[in-house]
């Protein structure tokens, strides 16, 4: 199999390009500012390219800056964007937080993660418009960014374009009551994917790459026995289904620490307090899997999901960024939710578990209970 390197050692016509922040009138000021509703244009280029690298990094008073921002990136003058995610999401920060994820495509580096960064290549064959706009109540007060792009004569006919989606979704049990592992009864059966979480669905010919996942569980119940569900070119079944949240992010056995590959793995988990798992898996995790050696590939559509718990019995707080590449722009996303909707829910912590013992306490009558007297 060829190295990444090999490309370095072939000629190209290309000519490299940048659209960055740097102070036009030579000083130190390298960044720009946006107001509170206000679209700021990063770049907008005309002609054939590829846009090689994306860097970004910001200040604003508004502690969820990451949610408020939302990116968009438009190519060749379609109308509607083929890239819409809030800012962190997109570069592998959950819940508008800060935090080091470093993966092949993406990262979010040092300092504590400040520095968002992107290497997907993001083809264009008439022109391109890279946009953020700003849809908190607080300016963005310093905005530093790269465009880093490469000026072609043409694109070969089978380049496909780039796609993100943001998606988002409070999950609600399929049935009276949340159950896994047979814990409260039988368990269900899930005879398809209409109740799954939906990680993205498009028409036309390309292939998945990918996909962010972010899990913020209010129980303490493991979230991760939901499988993931691929169905390609109008498939009624799916073709391509998982075992297990975990499984399909390449690793096992309900994990719940920080791993980082260059394809996979986990950037965020609640860390359990010891190695009973005291407060279960209560808390935000956040998982990426990127399909560079394995694409699934689609011709005429893809659907793709995954379950929220087994067969979608659990109450969880989802967001996803799906990326993907296509012959053509997809056709125009659902409208993203406002920043209002968008804004993380609080964590549940020990006062809300000692809530629920002394509820669980009070409907026994209140007589001596350890708490495993079912």
């Known amino acids: 199999m060829p190295s990444p390197l090999d490309c370095l050692t072939r000629l190209s016509p290309a000519r490299t390009r940048r659209c960055s922040s740097f102070d036009r009138s030579g000083g130190n000021r390298d960044s720009v500012q946006i107001e509170p509703g206000a679209t700021y244009i990063l770049a907008d280029l005309t002609g054939s390219g590829v846009i090689r690298h994306l860097w970004i990094t910001l200040s604003s008073p508004d502690l969820l800056s990451r949610r408020s921002l939302v990116l968009r990136c438009f190519w060749d003058g379609c109308e509607h964007p083929s890239v819409e995610s809030p800012l962190g999401d997109f570069f592998g920060q959950g819940w508008g937080e800060k935090y080091d994820f470093s993966s092949l495509p993406l990262a979010a580096a040092p300092k504590e993660g400040h520095a968002l960064v992107s290497y997907w290549p993001m083809p264009f064959r008439s022109g391109a418009r890279i946009e953020i706009e700003n849809q908190s109540q607080h300016p963005v007060e310093a905005l530093y960014y790269y465009v880093d792009y490469e000026e072609l004569g043409s694109l070969p006919p089978e380049t496909a374009l780039f796609h993100a989606w943001y998606n988002q979704e409070l999950t609600v ?3 009276e009551r949340e159950n896994e592992w047979g814990i409260l009864g039988t368990e269900a059966k899930n005879q398809g994917d209409a109740g799954n979480y939906l990680l993205v669905e498009t ?11 972010y899990v913020h569980s209010p129980g303490p ?3 991760g026995e939901g499988d993931d569900m691929f169905l390609v070119d109008g498939e009624a079944w799916p073709g391509i289904h998982g075992t297990g949240t975990e499984d399909y992010f390449n690793m096992s056995w309900c994990p719940d620490t920080l791993y980082h ?3 996979f793995g986990c950037a965020r988990a609640p860390g359990r307090e010891n190695s009973s798992g005291r407060f279960g898996w209560i808390g935000k995790t956040h998982l990426y899997r990127f399909h560079i050696e394995d694409p699934i590939r689609f011709q005429r559509s893809l659907r793709a999901s995954i379950e929220h718990g087994h067969a979608n019995r659990l109450t969880l707080e989802v967001a996803s960024v799906a990326y ?3 012959d053509r722009p997809a056709p125009r996303f659902p409208a993203l939710p406002d ?4 804004m993380p829910r609080p964590e549940i912590g020990v006062v809300e578990v000692h809530r629920w013992r002394d509820a669980w306490r009070a409907s026994k009558g ?3 209970l350890w708490g495993n007297e079912g």
């Not at 010919?205 to 996942?213: C, I, K």
């Not at 920043?339 to 968008?342: F, G, W, Y």
């Open 203 to 213: 028409l036309g010919q390309g292939h998945f790459a990918g996909v962010n996942l």
């Open 173 to 175: 049990p399929d049935g």
């Open 221 to 223: 119940m493991w979230y």
């Open 324 to 326: 993907w590449y296509q």
């Open 366 to 368: 209140n007589a001596p």
């Open 261 to 263: 590959h260059p394809y």
């Open 339 to 342: 920043r209002d909707a968008r």
